[in-house]
């Protein structure tokens, strides 16, 4: 089993930054994907931005390019999402997953049924 956990949400205003962290520990396996997803209210979740096992290749969502980096560190098996320039439209809960194996697609990598594991979530509100 692996575990994931999210953490660094919190309340900003319009143009500031934040920063998210992901701890994953347990049976990860080597080569593991990691991504950040997010679900504002009445909406289904969706894709924001991923990782490969060795950090070496990224993956965003065009209404974050530009705004949103990720990036892991393998020897504290976390990754992180530095979110820059907020907007409401940011408001959400924000998910990390892990996909045990990495993904084998870019469809898989950018769909939730493409991760083995989730976090709880972590609550990010961006006021206006």
């Known amino acids: 089993q692996v575990q994931v956990v999210e953490s660094g949400g919190g309340l900003v205003q319009a143009g500031m930054s934040l920063r998210l962290s992901c701890s994953a520990s347990?049976?990860?396996?080597?080569?593991?994907?990691m991504g950040w997803f997010r679900q504002a209210p009445g909406k289904e979740r969706e894709f924001v931005a991923a990782?490969?096992?060795?950090?070496?290749?990224?993956y965003y969502a065009d209404s974050v390019k530009g705004r949103f980096t990720i990036s892991r560190d393998n020897a504290q098996n976390t990754m992180y999402l530095q979110m820059s320039t907020l907007k409401p439209e940011d408001t959400a809960i924000y998910y990390c997953?892990?996909?045990?194996?990495?993904?084998?697609?870019?469809?898989?990598?950018?769909?939730?049924?493409?991760?083995?594991?989730w976090g709880k979530g972590t609550l990010v509100t961006v006021s206006k």
């Open positions: 997953a892990v996909s045990q194996y990495g993904s084998s697609s870019d469809h898989a990598r950018r769909s939730p049924g493409g991760y083995d594991y």
């Open positions: 990782i490969t096992w060795n950090g070496v290749t990224t």
């Open positions: 347990g049976r990860t396996g080597i080569r593991y994907g």
